[in-house]
């Protein structure tokens, strides 16, 4: 490895450490405001619909309203229905005809203790409508009382079914009809009105999720770095993080074509067949996330337009899947981050393009998602072969040319123009290119830094083992140490630990083909050793398909380099037999020559 080569590499190493120091979430001082840091639960009643730990604060109750435009809503009795399906179990009450729960079948939280659940079940429920009556009461659809079509239980785990709920507002009526299908997470809501007048203004209705979707994995901090509320106006994806500030908001006017709320990997999401008005995004932190008492809680909502026709709504409830989102056309899995505009020109096609696709294709065929990244990181040697031939051949001849560098270097050491110009003036006579080595090198951390992005976003790999790792878009902890190291982590991961020792082992390799210096000494121990300390959190996915990046290249350099040398030689030999060819024929020209003379000689003599 020559010196331009170190010099390349370790620059490129510096940038992915300082992009990956700004890109980590910064660590945000608790509100001054001690209601959003304390929270006083007495006296709230316990509504959850199952136990949901550590989901977030239990929701104030909200007031009772006294308004004779609500009669005949405003008791009634809290009774709980049961929705299944192939896919997920949903809970909904008579009281606001709202969702409280709602559990997905093939899921489960990262304790395996419980399927994921997506709605805080410790709150009055996630769906609401919210309007102003004639006397300019703000009303919210869950402090009324509902007439449900159906007893305890909807089975729709075979067939489409409808669940009606429908409230007396005064001399109006207010209809909510949720239809289930089997084998899809899309719920359809439709809320139809007669006599409007009677229990609304004109200024028309909101619809809100209110909630968020509760964590469901081991580490909160990266979880609630992933998290958060996204709507799509004018054609672009918006949202509001809680990564910063404590608390955000974002409204929208005009026509919003959706409205959605995440977590790391599954999300809810708000998608109305007829245009909107608007939308409104708050998001509410508090505490820090190593603290028991963190939470997130978002709340979105579509600003509809009075109409006296029946609006449909589409609600997508499930897993951040590419191919179940792609299927609406409206750039839903836009929600996912894959890193700054810098980087997501290049991220975001590579895993849209490159990664699901293959991840979607050999999933099916091959045992093991482990497996699919070993095939992953062959296929990216594969593509790479020629420029990976072509950088170790410029490298053979750089090393050639060691001689000639260091003669020019002593003929012009007082003058570093002459010198540079000396050595282009080599390089174009002799066809090398001195940064040729370096450009496989700079071709793989676009696909490392997307992988980084993409794999721990990867519903396909979630909770997916491989070898001794438990889950692939998680960190393999092999050791737990008894203290934390600043930029490493208080665990040493697994693959990581080989990726770095596979480095080491491939520098050595490259070393031994390549004139040694005491920079690349330092450099085949420093560069893996850093590589090692940033990957150490990362997913082991990212860190095992390093690994085996890192061994298919040794193996590829290996080979590459004997095919040089036989090459070398097959060169010499045939120069040597070209000469040995020549001075043969001299001779025997020679030969031939002086021995016809003495024949005519001789018959003189005979004569």
């Known amino acids: 490895m020559d ?34 840091g304390e929270v006083d639960t007495t006296g709230v009643p316990d509504t959850s619909v199952d136990a949901a730990p550590d989901l977030r604060r239990p929701s104030e109750p909200r ?60 709150g009055q429920g996630s769906i609401a409508l919210v309007f102003t009556s004639p006397a300019s009461h703000s009303i919210d659809t869950r402090q009324l009382f509902f007439e449900a079509d159906a007893a305890e239980r909807v ?14 507002l005064g001399a109006g009526v207010l209809r909510q009809t949720y239809t289930f299908k089997p084998k899809t997470y899309e719920v359809g809501l439709r809320i139809e009105t007669e006599n409007p007048q009677a229990f609304s203004t004109d200024q028309g209705y909101d619809i809100l999720w209110d909630g968020g979707v509760p964590f469901a994995e081991d580490d909160r901090k990266s979880e609630g770095t992933r998290a958060g509320a996204f709507a799509r106006s004018g054609g672009e994806v918006e949202e509001i993080n809680l990564n910063s500030d404590a608390y955000e908001e974002k409204s929208f006017r005009g026509r919003v074509d959706w409205v959605a709320v995440k977590n790391q990997y599954f999300t809810a999401a708000i998608i109305p067949t007829t245009e909107s008005e608007g939308a409104e995004l708050i998001g509410e932190r508090t505490a820090e996330p190593e ?35 792609s299927r609406y056309d409206l750039g839903l899995y836009g929600m996912v981050d894959y890193g700054y505009d810098l980087f997501e020109w290049m991220t975001r096609p590579l895993a849209k393009f490159v990664f699901i696709p293959i991840f979607n294709f050999l999933g099916k065929w091959l045992p093991n998602y482990g497996i699919v990244i070993v095939v992953l990181a062959i296929l990216m040697k594969i593509v790479l072969y020629p420029l990976t031939k072509a950088s170790y051949r410029s490298m053979a001849k750089m090393r050639d040319l060691q001689p000639q560098m260091e003669a020019i270097k002593e003929k012009h050491s007082e003058n570093p123009q002459k010198q540079q110009e000396a050595m282009m003036k080599m390089y174009k006579e002799t066809g090398v290119n001195p940064l040729g080595g370096c450009l496989p090198m700079l071709l793989q951390y676009p696909v490392i830094i997307a992988l980084w992005q993409f794999l721990p976003q990867s519903i396909e790999i979630r909770q997916k083992g491989f070898l001794w790792a438990a889950d692939l878009s998680a960190p393999d902890k092999i050791l737990q140490l008894p203290f934390e190291i600043p930029l490493y982590g208080d ?4 693959f990581t630990l080989l990726m770095g020792l596979s480095m080491v082992v491939q520098m050595r390799i490259q070393m ?7 920079q690349t000494k330092i450099f085949t121990y420093v560069m893996p050793v850093m590589i090692f300390a940033i990957f150490n959190r990362f997913a082991s996915g990212l860190s095992l398909y390093y690994l085996c990046y890192n061994v298919f290249t040794a193996i590829q350099q290996k080979f590459i380099n004997k095919s040089i040398e036989r090459e070398k030689e097959a060169a010499s030999n045939g120069q040597g037999t070209k000469r040995d060819a020549r001075k043969a024929a001299k001779k025997g020209a020679k030969k031939g020559s002086s021995g016809g003379k003495r024949s005519a000689g001789k018959q003189r003599i005979r004569k």
């Open 512 to 518: 031994a083909s390549t004139p040694s210096t005491p």
């Open 491 to 494: 665990f040493v991961a697994g």
């Open 155 to 168: 089975d729709a785990t075979a067939n489409e079914q409808t669940l009606v709920f429908e409230a007396r």
């Open 291 to 325: 603290d028991p008492a963190f939470w997130e809680d978002y709340e979105i909502s579509l600003q509809m337009p009075p109409t006296t026709e029946a609006d449909e709504f589409r609600l997508y409830i499930g897993p951040m899947e590419y191919y179940r989102l």
């Open 63 to 122: 007031q009772a309203v006294v308004d004779s435009s609500l009669a005949g809503a405003l008791e009634g009795e809290s009774r709980l229905i049961t929705v299944e399906t192939d896919l997920y179990e949903a809970v909904y009450s008579t009281q606001g005809a709202t969702l409280k729960s709602f559990k997905l079948k093939r899921y489960d939280r990262s304790d395996h203790a419980a399927p994921v659940q997506v709605v805080d079940t410790t």
């Open 3 to 36: 010196r331009n080569t170190v010099i390349a590499t370790v620059l490129i190493g510096i940038i992915m450490v300082v992009w990956l120091y700004w890109m980590a979430p910064q660590n945000v001082p608790p509100p001054d405001d001690p209601a959003l």
